[in-house]
């Protein structure tokens, strides 16, 4: 499996699949590619994979789908190096995001609803 299959693997992974999917890969590369999301919304987490080269288009749409948003408008955000909350607006900011992840492969997102 190349990494271009990656994405369709792992995108309709349920929590449950969350810690087995690894499993289903043996090269260590293809581990890599994999990406970990924990995104905090209200009082909980909701966690899922996707491919590490993901758009940022792919991340909100399974997190609206995820916490049943239905057209509703928000930001995602993350805490940086040096503690600063971060909105990702762009690919090019999931992008940086996803380069200060380190070797874990996961990312902590903050669902934050807009108000316009």
Do not use: P, W
């Amino acid at each position: 499996m190349d990494s271009s299959d990656l994405g369709s693997v792992v995108t309709d992974a349920s929590e449950a699949d969350y810690e087995s999917v690894c499993d289903n890969f043996t090269d260590s590369e293809e581990t890599s590619n994999l990406l970990y999301v924990n995104v905090t919304f209200n009082d909980s987490i909701e966690r899922f994979i996707l491919s590490r080269f993901v758009e940022l288009s792919t991340l909100e749409n399974k997190v609206a789908k995820r916490l049943k948003l239905d057209g509703q408008g928000f930001h995602l955000k993350y805490i940086d190096e040096a503690n600063d909350l971060i909105v990702i607006c762009c690919d090019d900011d999931l992008k940086l995001a996803l380069d200060t992840l380190g070797s874990n492969n996961s990312i902590n997102l903050i669902y934050e609803k807009t108000s316009f």
